[in-house]
């Protein structure tokens, strides 16, 4: 009988371990997924950082493609400011030379060439000018200086430029002086009476 109980304990032993064994598996198969899960996260948490930061870097390059476009467009914007007095200045003085004399014309024609050169010069940079006379008021590109009636043209028409504006690649750098119109008001029907006196 001691055979028997043996045997018996030796098979219950056995069954023990193989019951520890399968939940010592169990748990180990368990301690796997687990592990798999969280790599499974955290490689998808790495590709979409991954995906932000490249459209992150492909943001940053678009804008600083168009800072770089934007500084070779405008660059010059603030010594063109400077020169356009010296070429308001150069085209009152040319408007205000009188003379026929030899030395005058030399000094008209020098002064017209000086003109045409900064001109040339300003225009090389995207410079455009603006003389907006007998179009209508563009409150973008014109400073209103004065309004008066007229019949002749549509109201809200420039009718006299004062000093002429000018663009640098579509913007508007100085805007052009203008004096525009507007429709003239009728006369009284009865001017000078009183009727309620």
Known sequence: MTDQKEL????ENQDEAAQGAAEAG???????????????????????????????AENLRRRLDKDMENLRKFGAEK???????????????????????????????GSELTLKMLNGVVEKFGVKPLNPEGEKF???????????????VEPNTVIAVVQKGYILHERVVRPAMVIVSKAATPPPEHPGIDETA
Do not use: C, Y
């Open 8 to 11: 018996n304990e030796a098979v």
């Open 26 to 56: 169990g748990s180990e198969l368990d301690n796997v997924k687990a592990a798999l899960e969280q790599a499974e996260a955290k490689a998808q948490e790495n590709w979409e950082l991954a995906l932000r930061t490249k459209a992150d």
């Open 79 to 109: 010594i063109i400011t400077e020169l356009l007095p010296i070429l308001d200045s150069m085209e009152l003085g040319l408007a205000a030379i009188e003379g026929d004399s030899p030395e005058v014309a030399k000094f008209k024609e």
């Open 138 to 152: 563009n409150p973008e590109q014109h400073q209103a200086m004065s309004i008066q009636e007229n019949n002749e």
